[in-house]
């Protein structure tokens, strides 16, 4: 069956780096987008962006554009997000999501739970 | 960017009403709207796609509509396990999401 797995709960200082991971199965990883998905504690659902699992290539939402990386691990059929100079507003849950190209999310990550505090 | 005005932002309800959440986007998004799900703890779960297409699996009590920049999701005879928080998501042009509509029992 279908899956995206996510790493699990981070507790970082501000300044740190994070790096959590997304690993998909039951399907061809290249044949879909992966994209990021951040949730502030109380908040709504915010997109930060892509990466085309074929070509590498990310595309970033406005306001993650900077501090924020989407990587592969291809082989692994996984897909990174590294925050960098972690900030107290970086604090929320972030989801990965599959997508056909130019379609909506139809399988979630579990989320993942990241922590900023000093 | 393409910006979506959800509304309401809260919502309360009986079991068994109808209740209707509206998304409202900055320009024509061709109906590519989709509506999650999502209850506390979990990941969104996708109810609905362009528009009005019932993911497998959602039952027939949820409905969505609309057309240009308006559009609506249903859910007719509202029952307990449909307490949770609601989001469109237009997809015409990357991404983005409604604010949210959290349901709650009245």
């Known amino acids: 069956q279908i899956q995206l797995v996510q790493s699990g709960p981070e507790l970082k200082k501000p300044g740190e780096s994070v790096k959590i991971s997304c690993k998909a199965s039951?399907?061809?990883?290249?044949?879909?987008?992966m994209h990021w998905v951040k949730q502030a504690p109380g908040k709504g659902l915010k997109w930060m962006g892509w990466?085309?699992?074929?070509?590498?290539?990310?595309t970033y939402a406005d306001d993650f554009k900077g501090r924020f990386v989407f990587s592969l691990e291809a082989s692994a059929s996984t897909a990174n997000l590294q925050i960098s100079n972690l900030k107290n507003e970086d604090t929320a849950t972030y989801f990965c999501?599959?997508?056909?190209?130019?379609?909506?999310?139809?399988?979630w990550g579990q989320g993942v739970m990241v922590t900023v505090s000093s | 960017d393409i910006q979506m005005t959800q509304s309401p932002p809260s919502l309360s309800a009986s079991l068994g009403d109808k209740v209707t959440i509206t998304c409202q986007a900055s320009q024509n998004i061709n109906k590519y709207i989709a509506w999650y799900q999502q209850k506390p703890g979990k990941a969104p779960r996708l109810l609905i796609r362009y528009t009005s297409t019932l993911e497998s699996g959602t039952p027939s009590r949820f409905s969505g509509s609309g057309s240009g920049r308006d559009y609506s999701f249903s859910i007719s005879n509202v029952e307990s396990e449909d307490i949770a928080s609601y989001y469109c998501?237009?997809?015409?042009?990357?991404?983005?999401f409604g604010g949210g509509t959290k349901l709650e029992l009245k």
């Open positions: 999501a599959r997508t056909k190209l130019g379609a909506d999310f139809d399988y």
């Open positions: 998501l237009q997809y015409v042009n990357l991404r983005t």
């Open positions: 990466i085309n699992t074929y070509t590498g290539k990310p």
């Open positions: 039951g399907y061809t990883f290249t044949d879909y987008a």
